[in-house]
């Protein structure tokens, strides 16, 4: 990291007052961010804030290696810019979601369609990406699908049983979460943020929650930090065993999908027993932790989780040692490093191209900073290393919890929360089982918010699965799509 | 031909009846290994009654074809079933070539389904025929070759007479010819069933299936028809399997005290092969589209095997 960076530097968790922030003309603002992709930078996110009827950009670039953010803003204009997903692919999405909320268009963008919505109202169904031929047939699956699972609808353009190019549209669960927290937060803020992605509830509310302890210049106590990060691991374990399932499911392995779906029940509970709540609602607050964990259920849960864990171990066994599975799982829905990178991916699918890209480690907040969880990552980037990552993780983070679970930290795990600084920017990325959760706060002069925004991983991740389908028989797709298993809610905000 | 109509009317009750049920077992078998209560045995009475009172909805873009459908495999799928002896023999009805004419039928039956699956215009009907036109391309000549070896032992290519002609030499199961015919018969049953490896009956995925997806846009009455005939079709395959290489507790003719016995060895030779094909769901996952045509591949070297074998062996 050299110190030629035009940006202002900061780490995670913190703030900065909105002056401190460099701007430049949108022009020059494009190149800095482009420069600093070009060394080694990963797009963490890029939004706009209005000004008046004009817009600002703002970008936050995360540079893993180095354990900091960069963050600058463009000067308020109006229009047009020069696109700078022409030469950084993972600004695509955000370019077209600035274009959908402020109007200003991203000249040279290479696939200027709404994010969310259709001119104005409802999902974003509309122009889909052809591939004209008499052998293609287009395929749309969704909104509505066979299984439980969120809606979005999928535009396969295949030949015979090959993909030849899979468009996303999203936005069915759009509810306007970020427009809800302008001039907040409210009495429901928190709630929203809980749900902001349901399966990712501890992730969001911590980024949220620590956004708002650094606006006010506070941190919560260690016993609250502590707890957030056994929550975090616990959510994680429970998802990653309920994915393991899920795929396992997918090419009709018995064993370790009905293990699986009961093991994750388990997790759930463990979370349970921390917070009265499967899902962890109610434990984040701002400030520190609605509850503390006292002696009794501390043991309870302890115990709970080693049976957990052993079960899992002997699931995930199962699975690794049927070699029809692994026939299956391997060479699937292959993505290699360059392209994961390229497209800014992160959390396990990122991990899996051997992207050592882990939040955890690279930009520690919380309890995170004083023990911390290896980053788990296979080589390959097809079906084989997300399911084969998802599973070092569930052991690591089983590994993390039994030792942090023998020996927290005293005192109160409830904390105040000062007053929102004016005119502040803060950030907070939280590694969730997802990936990178990342929440900006900027406040106004009252010190109430003015522009908050959200990045789900889903966010960075969908256009992985695009991806990773191109040239694949489309059959795989439900498998691909679990090993993935990003978030519709969390993208669609 | 003359048909005894006792044994015709007691078969195609025998048919109807314990196709069902079978299906029932493999579910509720399938359930147990995954310790799951699962359904009752009987569960899939209780589904065709429902189906049945249920009102269909029909495509708009369907054409006739898609209403005569379920009729047709349903028929054929029965007449399947009366060819093949269950529990006595002879079995009531033995159409001219024998084994022949009952592959003929359940592919008579397999090509109006993916007319089916083609005929309302939906992507997923329509990938589910090709799929499946692709497969019985190739588990189609295993499955004949595999009769043939059995057909040449018994001197006959009627079911009822290479059965009788079997019956009393149970020691021939360990000849090649017969276990590797047995073998191969055994994945064309699982092809031909939509049972893992090759397809999933319990996904709801549209993109991976193949025999649900060609009866995706049928429903109520219809729906009731052809699930009715999958399981007959089931029924059929297992029964052939379980007679031709284990041609024994036949009863030979309609007595009460005969049959009676005859049901029994039936039905311990279905649960044996429905143990077995359960056990095969269970420890193995869904084969890759893609690979599903080297399985099959393997199945018709094994048959082509068991022929050979069966003049090198005499």
Same mark, same amino acid.
């Given at each position: ?5 035009? %940006? ?12 401190d ?36 950009l ?15 803003r ?5 229009? +047009? ?18 274009w ?6 991203p ?8 994010? +969310? ?24 699956v ?26 996303? *549209? ?10 809800a927290?302008?001039g ?12 902001? *992605?349901?399966d ?40 990653h ?22 093991i ?11 917070? $009265? ?12 932790c ?12 302890r115990?709970?989780? $080693?049976?957990?864990?052993a079960?899992?171990?002997?699931? *995930?066994?199962w ?18 490093? +360059? ?20 939040g ?19 080589p ?34 409830r ?17 969730g ?5 990342c ?20 966010f ?23 090993? %993935? ?9 | ?46 589904d ?27 028929a ?93 030499h ?120 893609f ?8 199945a ?15």
């Amino acid at each position: 990291m050299s110190d030629r960076t035009p %940006f202002a530097l900061l780490t995670n968790g913190t703030a900065l007052p909105w002056a401190d922030v460099p701007e430049s003309p949108v022009i020059e603002f494009v190149r800095a961010v482009g420069s600093e992709l070009d060394r080694g930078g990963r797009l963490s996110s890029l939004f706009g804030v209005a000004e008046g009827d004009a817009v600002r950009l703002v970008a936050v670039i995360a540079f893993d290696a180095d354990s900091v953010l960069s963050v600058g803003r463009s000067e308020p204009f109006s229009a +047009r810019y020069p696109a700078l997903s022409a030469r950084h692919p993972q600004a695509h999405l955000f370019e077209r979601e600035v274009w959908e909320q402020h109007g200003v268009v991203p000249e040279g963008h290479p696939w200027l369609k709404p994010v +969310r919505l259709d001119h104005g109202s409802g999902p974003a169904v509309m122009d889909f990406f052809r591939v004209d031929g008499r052998e293609i047939h287009e395929v749309a699956v969704g909104p509505v699908h066979a299984g439980i699972i969120e809606p979005g609808h999928f535009r396969f353009q295949c030949a015979g049983e090959e993909v030849v190019h899979l468009e996303i *549209a999203l936005g069915y669960q759009h509810r306007g979460i970020e427009e809800a927290m302008a001039g907040g937060p409210g009495r429901a803020t928190v709630y929203q943020m809980e749900t902001v *992605a349901g399966d990712s509830t501890i992730a969001h509310a911590t980024a949220y929650a620590v956004a708002l302890e650094a606006l006010g210049g506070t941190e919560a106590p260690l016993r609250a930090q502590w707890l957030r990060a056994i929550a975090l691991e616990l959510e994680r374990l429970a998802n990653h065993t309920g994915d393991l399932g899920a795929l396992a499911g997918d090419v009709a392995f018995l064993p370790t999908s009905s293990a699986c779906g009961k093991i994750r029940g388990d997790f759930l509970n463990l979370t349970a027993i921390l917070c $009265g709540n499967r899902f962890g609602r109610g434990l984040v607050r701002p400030g520190g932790c609605a509850m503390d964990l006292e002696p009794e259920r501390l043991g309870r849960l302890r115990e709970r989780l $080693g049976v957990a864990l052993a079960d899992v171990d002997q699931a *995930a066994a199962w699975l690794w040692d049927a070699a029809s599975v692994r026939a299956r799982f391997e060479g699937t829905g292959r993505l290699d490093g +360059r392209q994961a990178a390229e497209i800014g991916l992160v959390g396990p699918p990122a991990r899996a191209c051997g992207l050592v890209r882990d939040g955890r480690f690279d930009h520690p907040i919380g309890w995170h900073r004083f023990a911390q969880v290896p980053v788990s990552v296979w080589p390959d980037g097809d079906v084989f290393a997300r399911a084969r990552v998802r599973w070092l993780e569930t052991q690591r983070s089983g590994e993390f919890l039994r030792e942090q679970l023998e020996a927290g930290p005293e005192g109160d795990a409830r904390g105040g929360l000062a007053a929102a600084a004016a005119d502040t920017l803060a950030v907070a990325l939280v590694e969730g089982w997802r990936g990178e959760v990342c929440h900006v706060a900027l406040t106004d002069g009252a010190g109430r918010l003015r522009r908050y925004k959200i990045t789900d991983p889903s966010f960075h991740n969908w256009t992985g699965l695009a991806l990773a389908l191109r040239g694949q028989a489309i059959s795989d797709f439900p498998l691909c799509n679990k090993s %993935f298993n990003l978030s519709y809610c969390g993208f669609d905000l | 031909m003359n048909i005894d109509i006792t044994s015709l009317i007691a078969q195609t009750a025998l048919v109807l009846l314990l196709s069902p049920l079978l299906s029932g077992l493999i579910a509720s078998l399938k359930a147990k290994l995954q310790n799951r209560r699962g359904p009752r045995v009987w569960q899939p009475f209780f589904d065709l009654i429902k189906f049945f009172r249920k009102d269909m909805v029909i495509s708009e873009h369907a054409s006739g074809v898609f209403a005569a459908v379920p009729h047709v495999v349903f028929a054929t799928a029965l007449m399947a079933g009366l060819m093949v002896p269950l529990a006595w023999v002879p079995a009531p009805l033995q159409l001219f070539g024998g084994a022949l004419a009952l592959v003929g039928l359940l592919a008579l039956g397999r090509f109006f389904l993916a007319l089916g699956g083609l005929d309302p215009g939906s992507a997923f009907g329509g990938m589910g025929s090709s799929r499946e036109m692709t497969i019985s391309a190739i588990a189609e000549p295993a499955m004949m070759l595999a009769i043939f070896t059995a057909a040449i032992a018994g001197g006959s290519t009627n079911l009822s007479q290479i059965v009788m002609a079997g019956d009393g030499h149970a020691g021939r199961f360990l000849e090649p010819a017969h276990t590797l015919a047995f073998s191969a018969m055994f994945i064309v049953l699982l092809a031909e069933t939509g049972r893992v490896p090759v397809d999933n009956p319990a996904t709801h995925l549209e993109l991976t299936m193949i025999h649900e997806a060609m009866i995706l846009e049928y429903s109520g009455r219809y729906l009731a028809m052809l699930e009715w005939a999958a399981s007959m079709k089931q029924l059929v395959l297992f029964g052939l399997l379980a007679n031709l290489f284990f041609p024994f507790g036949l009863a030979p003719g309609m007595l009460p005290a005969a049959v009676a016995q005859g049901m029994g060895w039936l039905a311990i030779k279905l649960v044996g092969l429905a143990v077995a094909v359960v056990l095969v769901e269970f420890t193995n996952a869904k084969l890759r589209l893609f690979r599903v045509p080297d399985l099959l591949g393997a199945a018709f070297v094994l048959a082509t095997l068991a022929l050979v074998s069966l003049f090198l062996f005499r």
